[in-house]
């Protein structure tokens, strides 16, 4: 599969936006200190539209999804500030009992591990089923029965008929994927997040699911999060990228443009740190150093002490975000000249 | 009572050694599914199970059917009386009889219904006051978690015969006064147990998906929680009723438990205590009936853990 077949599946995504996020805040509260894990993203997301979100471990990725739904990790973590647009609605300003019937109906998450994203105890048509029911609690049962087995064909799940009465330990990672994929698309919702949602499929089946994710964007017009740390994730499924690193956005471009003209270090940097397969084996590359601390950020550029283009403003202040092409952004004093476009 | 069971006994292992050589060929070719009885490693514990029924449960259910003496009120010239077996031994008393001339068989029996009377009772007192405080605690965490560690560490540390005998000597002994003593003793172990489970089930993707549906937290708790602890809760439940016989025929031993003349198997035991050279029999079977029906219990609930565990599920449905 290749990301032009993808493509040549997918609308072109329309103008209005679904999903607009404006300067979130959360952070951490713990007995060590305050840890900014998002400290201040904003992005928008159309209808139709798949937006990657990349960057390495403890970036901050996955605390922005789950603050896209209000669930930051309790007792510590809270959202202190911004705006998180759905459709006109700002779900902030909800109250618990609202936000709770927006979750998995106006927008829907499907977690890491499908291993673990059912529960055992009870058969798959009986959680699709319990699924349908939270947000529509006097439902009758044929149709509820109904719209489960619809849900599973939706999914390309063979023999939907006898998979609703397996257990999760009788089916492989890739068909627990499918059914969890199945549960969060059940109400047709307008954005889904997918945390990661491949890391714990074998290769062959990650293509698989990729394109599943395409197919029913392309049926439903859902707008598409997927948070990875996989480049080629990103180059199959997603029209815009945006790069996190310690709790911000350091770049936002349209796909092609994140690979062709990287305008900023760190993406520079992870993109060289992929394994390629083009060239003559050679040692793969890795970033030196650690992503900072959390919870004592420097003044300057996040990225500065890793960085082997820094320059002195670098470490004093960070950089504003700079728009440098249609629909392309970066943060850093140096994205104008792109001193790393060569390497 | 535990001496008519012996061809039983016999017949049922003689069934599960068939089981076993049929589990060594199933297991050769790989059969993919296999009959409870059939799992080599997890037999079933069919010698406990009819222990636990013939002499706990049945009696306890029948015992104005299956009993033709009064367990409180004997008849003095018949007392001392030796089991049948034995020289002057008769059909009548097939267990002997007490200092009182009371049927040794029919307290038994009678006994029966009290230990399983205070056991059920209080394992249920216990288990939904225990686990409903351990299942909040360990899923809201804070202060109802560090409120409720608190009580269940404060209770967990008293001496449970010291207590007892505390508050009998305060109020008095009944058949009341000992439930309430060995409810407030084992709450505590299911409040334990069912919230560290429900620390570990909280953490679960499951419940995160969950959350991310917009399923309502008592839903979460009715739904994902309580069942993945529920196997916990039931073999700790069956491990409990020989904790609590054994702990009510201790009180009922000292005195600070069921009161007399009831046929406790713990009274009973004390009764015989100063004939027990000459009249062994007074406390010999009621302590045969309390190693027997505890030590099955315990064998019970060990098989139980394994055959709940969904490992073993998986393996056992290939």
Known sequence: MTAQHLDAMVPKPDTAPVLQVEDLRTYLFTSWGTTKAVD?????????????????????????????????????GRIVGGRVVLNGRDLIGLSEKEMRSVRGKEISMILQDPQQSLNPVFSVGNQLEEAIRVHDRDADDEVVRARSLQALKSVHVPAPERRLKNFPHQMSGGMKQRIVGAMAMAYQPQVLIADEPTTALDVTIQAQYLRLLKDLQHRTGVGIIIITHDFGVVAETCDNVAVMYAGRFVEQAPVEEIFDHPRHPYTRALLDSRPKTDLKATRLQSIEGQPPSLTDLPVGCRFAVRCS?????????????????EGHVAACWRSEESPWASG | MSVRNQPTRADN????????????????????????????SNRVPWVSIFIVLFVLVLPALFADFITYHDPLRGNLADRLTPPFWMEDGTWTYPLGTDKQGRDVLTRLIYGARISLTVSSVTILIGAVVGSTLGLLAGFFGGWIDRFVSWLIDTFL????????LVIVAAIGPSFVTIIAIIAITIW??????????????????????AHVAGTPTWR??????????????IVLATLQVGVVILEESSLSFIGAGIPRPNPSWGVMVADGRDQILISWWISFFPGLCILL?????NLMGDWLRDFLDPKMRQRGRG
């Open chain 1, 40 to 76: 201040g993203v904003s992005f928008t997301l159309k209808a139709g539209e798949t937006l990657g979100i990349v960057g390495e471990s403890g970036s901050g990725k996955s605390m922005l999804a789950l603050s896209l739904v209000r669930l930051p990790p309790e007792p510590a």
């Open chain 2, 13 to 40: 292992e003689s069934t599960s050694m068939l089981g076993t050589s049929f589990d060594s060929e199933g297991q050769a070719v790989g059969a993919p599914r296999r009959r409870l009885w059939e799992r080599r």
């Open chain 2, 157 to 164: 540390s008293l001496p449970n015969v010291l207590l007892a």
């Open chain 2, 188 to 209: 505590a172990s299911f409040a334990r147990q069912v919230r560290g489970e429900t620390l570990s089930v909280r953490e679960t993707e499951y419940v995160a998906r």
């Open chain 1, 309 to 325: 283009y820094a320059i002195d403003k670098c470490h004093d202040e960070y950089p504003p975000t700079t728009s440098l092409a």
């Open chain 2, 293 to 297: 029906v505890v030590l099955s219990l």
């Open chain 2, 220 to 233: 979460i708790l009715a739904r994902h929680v309580l069942p993945n602890v529920a196997n916990t809760l």
